[in-house]
């Protein structure tokens, strides 16, 4: 006979199973998104995070045209963000695991939306450095968040999103940017209100995503900066670390100096040309996270180092050939398209390299630490590049120069971690 008491246990087992897939709600219970869709919702954010912090590119020269600043201005602009952001990851990365990952998305999103508010209102540099900080602290907060939150869900299609989200968001917005600044009327306001619609929208799918944390004591203490790792991730990250500084030091070169590179190569002035150069380089990016989804982690590490050697050889031999024509032009983006593929294995490998040997409740936190690194490989060199080009020698040698440290920082990982081979994991090894 089935007694009340064993009624009830049944009920509790079944619950858990019930919120997971969240594709009906019980009576009384809050109506949950499923599994895939909830993947989709969370990854749309990391585009549009993405986007978000890339849809300034192209107006970099609107904005110096109508303000009259220089390129250290732009880099510094550029450089703002980046430190924004690590801020927002060291002191929110982990509280997601505390207090769940649907409030700490929430709270990004109005941060994004504020940032908005503040770039389509933007009259001097200020304003427009002030929205990138505002614009980096709601990234910052929301990223460990967003990506243990898919990973939460299905570590398999998670992983992958995470690897292919966020150049096919930093590719979209800048090209996007782009179009929307050269095509459609207010150029400098236009971008921003259309962003806020979407983040509006996801904001309603977020407030429908099931929550996969179980709020825990120990939110605030989490806030004080540390870079405790689990002991199995140790290793691991000090492979990784080397190689998401090398190729998030290339992004940060194509998203501060990209433009100005483009404008002198084609001799326009056009902010679509302006935004194009970091899209070839994101949108390869994004596809290699697919082309090499299914292959070992080593291999897409090598690989992807490998790649973005020769694809950075390549667009240094087009910017210096002096020929200025169609072949630098097709040189430059050729060697763009094969960097970017390189970007996108370095920064897919490094995630699949340290991501499987982690619990669910560090997720968060260790995920943040590797946005850190890959923020500061893309903030200190652009900023230092910005420089060079005022007090230097000038864009093209600058270029050369900046193209060559790259080159130098893929070469030093890549021998990191073809000497590491045989300290990593086996079940690392092997995925």
Known sequence: MT????VQQQKQAATPRTARAGTRAEPGRRRTLGPTASLVVIASLLVTFLAASSAPTPLYAVYQQEWGFSPITTTVVFGVYAVAVLAALLVFGKVSDHIGRRPVLLAGLAGQIAAMAVFSTAGSVTALMAARVVQGIATGAAFGAMGAGLLDVDRNRGAVANSFAPPLGTASGALASGIVVQYLPAPTHLVYLLLVGVFVLQAVGVALLPETVSRKPGALASMAPEFRLPRAARRPIAIAAPVLFAVWALAGFYGS????????????????????SLFVLAGAAALSALVLRNAPTRTVMTSGIATLVAGVALTLLAIGSGSGGTLSDIGFFAGSAIAGFGFGSGFQGGIRLVVPLVEPHERAGVLSLLYVVSYLGMGVPSVIGGVLVVHGGGLLDTVREYGAAVIVLAAAALAGLLLSGRKVPQAVRES
């Open 3 to 6: 007694t009340a008491a064993t």
């Open 257 to 276: 100096l990209g433009p100005a590179i483009t404008r002198s190569l084609v001799h326009s002035n056009s902010v679509v040309y302006g935004g194009l």
